[in-house]
């Protein structure tokens, strides 16, 4: 049996009245590339932070990579990537810099930063935008770098809020390339998207629909369950029992 | 300690490159310095007086003489009646009457005294106590004047009998500013000022700028310390505020000659303690803010109450006492006292060692406060 890096139960957020995550339940295994899905206001991102320690549950329990969620937040963030849905490094540094800081931030030595950030930027041919300031990228480019930065650090477990939003679609192609390096390099990938074309990439996906998780299985099984060929069809049923906007 | 260096390092990257910022640093204290010292002054000069002189005499002639030639006052009509002068006062031509009986030159030659009346416009305070303070002096001076006339034409023995009644007068040695130079006592002021603004308004638009670039969040998901994060926040604008000072004390010497009599190192310890004060409040203020609008409102605010209750224009003394309960945990005040008194009693480091030791009280409490309300979880 393989390892649970990630093991929630009953995840409860709150914001005055309105409930964003409703007492959600499930789990990620060791090395697995988990979709995490739903529609825009779902709650899927709020979620995410919870895992990663910088929103506090209002109720609900859990584990990442071995800490608890509501005390252990700061160790969870030794253990982590994360990804943001808006693009959030730092505009005003050059890729190079940018690099170094997390690194840095992470404890690596200034050795080791100087050398992966060469095979880095080789890897993603982008040698000659070294010393580019990062608002000057294309937003592609961005996400590319934002990605290699989460995972800078090797981090058991990667988050990635939306990675692809409004990425054409032979870039989303190539980082969906990149997480499945990433993937097998062993470090366990929790995304979030609402192209359902990109869940098949995953092992398996959850579907949430107003707070609350509605389907969780492989996609294949999903499809069975809902007697569906695709997963936008899924999507689709499930959706249409949304309340909220 | 090893994630501070990074951090440090991209906090100036930053500053560096920010359009604005380097640029302020240099051209705001160079601005403040040259041009408000000469504007700041509550020295009130050309007041406008009308003279109302019913006497016409010899006597009467040379105090309104007197009063035109004083640099304090504008002669701006010798009405015949104090009923017009009253109306030019009225209709703001003029800010001061003196009027002048028609016995004046008797009432001196006969009884060796005599009376003026004075009426002043008081809307503006300050104006009105000093324009009839002036005009005391200048009626005093008269009045000695033609004292030692006067006695000078009695016979030799009243004469000794006069020079020989008691009198007081009154000596002011001016201790510290001699020349009573109201620029020297301000330039100390205007530094604790440049501090305070820059200092204290960078820091609070620091972290709300990364709340709404999103930039937090990437930080906030990372092992980083709090501590470290606010360490990281608060020392470039350390070395922001001993650049100021650098070109503050240069520039004071160079134009206005002012160096301070005490030690110059003491002057820049204090403000090192200063800064960490103010800046601790710009990332609280940061911190609670999200917005930059809000942050902006909020520090011109505290600016504002730092600065006015802080005793650089109107002294902490003279406020009621709610005022001077505020005053001493201000900052601002206590840098001022400070400065003033290394600048111009040359007073020692152990002399203002009271003032230090409050000020790094303060900076204890709103950096702890500074790292306390940052939180990296919501």
Request: aromatic residues 10%; neutral net charge; charged residues 20%.
């Amino acid at each position: 049996m393989t390892n649970k890096v990630i093991e929630v139960s009953n995840l409860t957020k709150k914001f005055g009245s309105f409930t964003a995550v409703n007492h959600i339940t499930f789990d990620v295994k060791e090395g697995e590339i988990f979709g995490f899905l739903g529609a825009n206001g779902a709650g899927k991102t709020t979620a995410m932070q919870m895992l990663c320690g910088i929103s506090m549950p209002t109720s609900g329990e859990g584990t990442v990579a071995g800490y608890d969620i509501i005390k252990e937040n700061e160790l969870i963030k030794r253990n982590i990537g994360y990804m943001s849905q808006k693009f959030s490094l730092y505009e005003d540094l050059k890729v190079w810099e940018n690099i170094r800081l997390f690194g840095g931030i992470y404890g690596l030595s200034n050795k080791v930063i100087a050398e992966k950030t060469d095979a880095l930027l080789k890897q993603l041919n982008f040698a000659e935008e070294r010393n580019t300031l990062v608002k000057y990228l294309p937003l592609g480019w961005k996400q590319k770098l934002a990605f290699s930065v989460a995972i800078f650090h090797e981090p058991k477990i990667v988050f990635l809020d939306e990675p692809t939003g409004g990425v054409d679609p032979a870039m989303r192609r190539r980082f969906w390339e990149m997480i499945y390096d990433a993937s097998e390099r062993g470090i366990t990938v929790f995304v979030t998207t609402h192209y359902m074309d990109e869940s098949e990439y995953c092992n398996r996906v959850s579907i949430m629909v107003d707070g609350r998780i509605e389907a969780l299985d492989t996609p294949a099984a999903l499809r069975h369950q809902f007697n569906a060929d695709t997963m936008d069809e899924v999507f689709r049923q499930l959706a249409r029992k949304a309340e909220r906007d | 300690m090893k994630t501070l260096k990074f951090l440090i390092e991209k906090e100036f990257k930053q500053m560096f490159r920010n359009p604005l910022i380097p640029r302020l640093i240099v051209m705001f204290p160079t601005m403040v310095l040259l041009v408000f010292p000469w504007a700041v002054s509550f020295e009130v000069k050309n007041i406008k007086i009308d003279v109302v002189d019913h006497g016409k005499s010899i006597y009467s002639k040379r105090l309104t003489d007197k009063v035109a030639a004083s640099k304090y006052f504008i002669l701006n009509d010798t009405p015949l009646d104090y009923q017009t002068a009253m109306l030019n006062m009225e209709n703001g031509k003029t800010d001061m009457i003196l009027e002048i009986p028609a016995s004046f030159d008797k009432d001196i030659v006969k009884s060796q005294t005599s009376t003026v009346g004075v009426a002043v416009n008081s809307v503006n305070g300050t104006q009105g106590l000093l324009g009839s303070n002036y005009i005391m002096q200048i009626v005093n001076d008269f009045s000695s004047e033609i004292r030692g006339e006067l006695i000078n034409t009695l016979p030799p023995q009243s004469r000794a009998t006069i020079m020989n009644m008691p009198r007081v007068d009154i000596v002011p040695q001016y201790k510290y500013n001699p020349e009573l130079d109201y620029k020297n006592f301000m330039i100390p002021g205007f530094m604790v000022l440049l501090l305070t603004i820059l200092c204290g308004i960078l820091p609070a638009q620091n972290i709300v700028m990364e709340k709404e670039n999103g930039t937090i969040q990437q930080i906030n998901v990372t092992p980083i310390s709090k501590i470290n994060f606010i360490l990281a926040k608060l020392i470039p604008y350390w070395a922001v505020g001993l650049v100021v000072m650098i070109i503050s004390v240069t520039l004071a010497y160079v134009i206005y000659g002012l160096w301070p009599a005490g030690n110059v190192i003491a002057v820049l310890f204090s403000a090192i303690v200063f800064i960490l004060s103010v800046s601790g409040l710009g990332i609280i203020i940061s911190n609670y803010s999200e917005t930059m609008q809000q942050a902006s409102f909020l520090v011109m605010f505290f600016i504002l109450i730092l600065v006015l209750l802080g005793g650089m224009f109107t002294p902490v003394s003279g406020m009621p006492a709610w005022a001077q309960t505020i005053a001493a945990v201000n900052p601002f005040n206590y840098l001022t006292k400070t400065f003033r008194m290394l600048y111009l009693n040359g007073s020692t480091l152990a002399d203002v060692s009271n003032n230090l030791f409050a000020l790094g009280i303060i900076a204890v409490v709103l950096n702890g406060w500074a790292v306390f309300s940052y939180k990296k979880r919501g």
